[in-house]
Antibody, heavy 120, light 107 residues
Framework: QVQLVESGGGLVKPGGSLRLSCAAS????????VTWIRQAPGKALEWISY????????NYADSVKGRFTISRDNAKDSLFLQMNSLRAEDTAVYFC?????????????WGQGILVTVSS | DIQLTQSPSSLSATVGDRVTITCRAS??????LNWYQQKPGKAPRLLIY???SLHSGVPSGFSGSGSGTEFTLTISSLQPEDFATYYC?????????FGQGTKVEIK
């Protein structure tokens, strides 16, 4: 079965950096776009970035552009999010998710989420 | 950016009730509208994609309709496990945006 498992979250000071990982299993990872979505405490979901199967295409929300970098390692079935210059407003649960099909762009499988807290 | 507005923001209902949630887009998104269910402390779960297609494994009591700027999610007969928060999401263009959520609570 499809599984996505995030890791790497935690407490970081404002201006600091953190790298999230997402381990995928149960499907041919390289065939799919994958994405990061976050949810601040008590708030709605916010899409932040996606990457294509071969890493050719990436896209970012304006709120993270220039600070966050998405990448993947298909040999290790892993997705990453490098987060730099972190701000208090980046505090959220971060989910990785699979895009079901190019062109339709819905998220059919999600990880359980990992908490990132930005605070001094 | 395309804004999605859900109504109501919350509702109270009883088991067996028919429940309808509306999602309005700030511009036409054809049928690029998806619905998710989220329970506290859990990841969202895909229910409906492309406005009206039921995702694999989702009970047939859930249905979606609409196109353009107005969409609805209907639960035909509310079950105890359906009490949750529901989000719409547009996949017409990036940034992919979500509605603010509709919390379905027990009356």
């Amino acid at each position: 079965q499809v599984q996505l498992v995030e890791s790497g979250g935690g407490l970081v000071k404002p201006g600091g950096s953190l790298r999230l990982s997402c381990a995928a299993s149960g499907f041919t990872f390289s065939d799919y776009y994958v994405t990061w979505i976050r949810q601040a405490p008590g708030k709605a979901l916010e899409w932040i970035s996606y990457i294509s199967g071969s890493s050719t295409y990436t896209n970012y929300a304006d709120s993270v552009k220039g600070r966050f970098t998405i990448s993947r390692d298909n040999a290790k079935d892993s997705l990453f999010l490098q987060m730099n210059s972190l701000r208090a407003e980046d505090t959220a649960v971060y989910f990785c998710a699979r895009l079901a099909a190019p062109g339709l762009n819905y998220f059919d499988y999600w990880g359980q989420g990992i908490l990132v807290t930005v605070s001094s | 950016d395309i804004q999605l507005t859900q109504s109501p923001s919350s509702l109270s209902a009883t088991v067996g009730d028919r429940v309808t949630i509306t999602c309005r887009a700030s511009q036409s998104i054809n049928s690029f509208l998806n619905w998710y269910q989220q329970k506290p402390g859990k990841a969202p779960r895909l229910l409906i994609y492309a406005a009206s297609s039921l995702h694999s494994g989702v009970p047939s009591g859930f249905s979606g309709s609409g196109s353009g700027t107005e969409f609805t999610l209907t639960i035909s007969s509310l079950q105890p496990e359906d009490f949750a928060t529901y989000y719409c999401q547009q996949s017409y263009s990036t940034p992919y945006t979500f509605g603010q959520g509709t919390k379905v609570e027990i009356k």
